[in-house]
């Protein structure tokens, strides 16, 4: 199989991803529809696609998220101050850079068949499963198996 990039920046992407969308989802509280259509429109997936290390290691979730929402740049380095503790939208993040590392395909693909909101969803179900078991669901809805 052709991964995205190579394994060694892959737990750095997940825990950018993680971060980013826990800042914005949950920190600020932004709506999954607006992130999620403001995550694809930015240059991030992309370049996250073409394995830039800037992007997949050299940025944190906190930059990747001022990146996409420069005019809450202070609200967001107010939360960056709080404790930290992983929630559903951290490990949404984290899903859905496993999953595009793995599969190859691109955000926006991944984002138009498996959006961001059902990511959220499936976090009841899936989040102490093995991240093989999610990347079986994604499967069968983004390449219909």
């Known amino acids: 199989m052709k991964y995205a990039y190579s394994e060694m920046y892959l737990s750095d992407a997940q825990k950018n991803l993680g971060f980013f969308f826990q800042a914005t989802l949950y920190n600020l509280n932004l709506s999954v529809n607006e992130v999620q259509k403001a995550f694809l429109a930015s240059e991030i997936p992309t370049q996250i696609e073409y394995a830039n290390p800037n992007y997949l290691c050299g940025k944190s979730g906190y930059e990747l998220a001022i990146l996409v929402f ?76």
Request: charged share 25%.
């Open 70 to 145: 420069p005019q809450l740049e202070k609200k967001l380095l107010e939360t960056i101050n709080e404790p930290f503790y992983p929630q559903a939208e951290y490990w949404c993040g984290h899903v859905l850079a496993y999953y595009q590392w793995y599969s190859n395909k691109p955000f926006a693909e991944i984002l138009g068949k498996y959006p961001l909101e059902r990511i959220l969803s499936d976090y009841r179900l899936m989040h102490e499963a093995d991240i093989t078991k999610m990347v079986q669901a994604m499967d069968a809805v983004v390449l219909g198996k």
